[in-house]
């Protein structure tokens, strides 16, 4: 049955499948969090303004034109310049998902990081589905500004760390930007849980084979 539907449906019914895995494991409270995927039409499918990923409607995921422009649907979330920004700047990429996780914005909080590279080689798998994480300097939300600063540095990577905000994601595909967030996540939980341990991380050789090729996408 899959298979009669069309490729629009299938993304409106996967976004809605994992906007509510996310919610239900607590990895964005409340209305917070978005989640958008690029069309073969070059348009988009994003959550709506103020909406649970708990609880989404496929029928009234917003939709719009290439240029983002809503054409139906509820409007789109307040932070949909946050997935253009990434959109423009990754062309070979076709999913976004944009967080409040907890772990993940509990680091970007704290004042003696790297803001290249917000988090040190922990894990094979961070390496491999993340890379390196920059961290984006805060500006309010909304501000045409935090717009600007993410899309300087998108071109370069395919995740962000938003200072006291939280983490953005693209992806070849909605599940790569999913199993690439949820990576960041519990990486940053893992951070934090090691607190002032001293640290034995991936060695920078073995590292700097495992991270992804800044032009490939994950």
């Known amino acids: 049955m899959t298979g009669t539907l069309s490729a629009e449906t299938?993304?409106?019914?996967?976004?809605?499948?994992?906007?509510?895995?996310?919610?239900?494991r607590g990895l964005t409270p409340g209305s917070t969090g978005n989640i958008s995927v690029r069309l073969e039409d070059g348009g988009f499918l994003m959550t709506p303004t103020n909406a649970s990923l708990g609880d989404l409607d496929p029928a009234a995921l917003s939709r719009l034109d290439r240029d983002g422009r809503h054409l139906g649907g509820d409007a789109p979330t307040k932070e949909a310049f946050l997935h253009r920004c990434m959109y423009c700047e990754r062309a070979g990429d076709g999913a976004v998902v944009h967080l409040h996780s907890t772990h993940a914005v509990g680091v970007s909080i704290l004042r003696d990081i790297d803001p290249e590279d917000v988090l040190p080689p922990l894990t094979a798998y961070y390496l491999m589905r993340v890379?390196?994480?920059?961290?984006?300097?805060?500006?309010?939300?909304?501000?045409a500004a935090l717009a600007l600063a993410v899309q300087r540095v998108a071109g370069r990577h395919h995740a962000v760390l938003l200072a006291n905000?939280?983490?953005?994601?693209?992806?070849r595909d909605l599940r790569a930007a999913q199993y690439a967030i949820e990576e960041l996540e519990e990486t940053a939980k893992l951070f934090l849980l090691l607190g002032a341990h001293a640290l034995r991380p991936i060695a920078p050789d073995e590292a700097a084979r495992l991270r992804p090729d800044p032009d490939a996408r994950p």
């Open 10 to 24: 299938q993304a409106r019914d996967l976004i809605v499948r994992v906007g509510a895995s996310l919610f239900e």
């Open 131 to 143: 890379g390196r994480l920059p961290l984006v300097p805060y500006h309010a939300p909304g501000d």
């Open 165 to 171: 905000h939280g983490p953005v994601v693209s992806g």
